[in-house]
């Protein structure tokens, strides 16, 4: 991973959103329910509504999901449907460069298996033109680090990889400063965000080589109780349209 610490105690995934105020992301229009979340998520409880492989892509899932796996990262179900839990951490992490990100674990709720492990770091870029947050991926020898660009939709945010000629995917060789970009595979993917009524509505895309390998639905609401340690995933819901 890229960082030599972990802090103490629960962080936020976005600590202040008004941070990253940009020529093209405007923090002000994000809706309060949504910033809430990031700003502060333990006390939220999220659902995966449905996820679902494309049939084109269902092979390479099959071939996939043993190696992500055995390096124990990125190990995206085939499917997820009628009561899969997950629970998330998020804490800070103290990097090698003096700046800070943040550490998120994502399991498999009661087991030891994990959905992934990302370092999140966010800034805007130094003409104050763009707002981009990023995750690293950590993997035996190298990261993955996906870069994405961050804009307003209405009250809602989206996040993609193809917005701009920073965007996309990385390999990265930790201690060596190398940074390579990957012309597309292994992966492009947009996420977007958006309030419904009390609950906060997510979507996410992957797609390889323009097209769409997976997506899935989220469903974020305010937990009863503030007291739990971590964010609830349960998967249930309809099929993708």
């Known amino acids: 991973m890229l960082g030599e610490r972990v802090g103490p105690g629960r962080a936020a995934l976005i600590p202040d959103f008004d941070a990253l105020r ?3 992301f405007h923090p002000g229009r994000v809706h309060p329910r949504l910033r809430g979340f990031y700003e502060r998520p333990e006390p939220h409880h999220m659902r995966v509504e449905w996820l679902r492989w494309e049939p084109w892509a269902e092979p390479l899932a099959f071939a996939y999901l043993p190696l992500a796996r055995r390096v124990g990262n990125l190990c995206i179900p085939r499917l997820v449907d009628g009561g899969a839990r997950m629970s998330s951490s998020v804490q800070e992490l103290f990097l090698h460069d003096g700046g ?3 550490r998120w674990v ?3 709720s009661g087991t030891s298996r994990v959905f992934y492990i990302a370092a999140l770091r966010t800034w805007v870029d130094e ?3 763009a707002s981009y947050w990023s995750l690293a991926f950590p993997f035996p020898g190298i990261n993955l680090m996906v870069l994405l660009r961050l804009r307003n939709v209405d009250d809602g945010i989206e996040v993609s990889s193809r917005a701009d000629e920073l965007t996309g995917t990385y390999v990265i060789v930790p201690g ?3 940074f390579v ?3 597309g595979p ?3 993917e947009v996420l977007r965000f958006w309030v419904e009524g009390e609950a906060v509505a997510g979507a996410h895309e992957d797609f390889l080589g323009g ?4 997506a899935l639905r989220y469903r974020i609401e305010r937990a009863l109780c503030e007291q739990r340690p971590a964010v609830t995933v349960q998967a249930a819901g309809p099929e993708p349209g």
């Open 22 to 24: 940009s020529a093209t």
């Open 181 to 183: 970009a990957l012309p």
């Open 176 to 178: 060596r400063r190398v």
């Open 127 to 129: 003409h104050g033109q």
């Open 186 to 188: 292994p992966t492009h």
């Open 100 to 102: 800070s990100s943040r």
């Open 211 to 214: 097209r769409r390998a997976f």
């Open 106 to 108: 994502r399991t498999l």
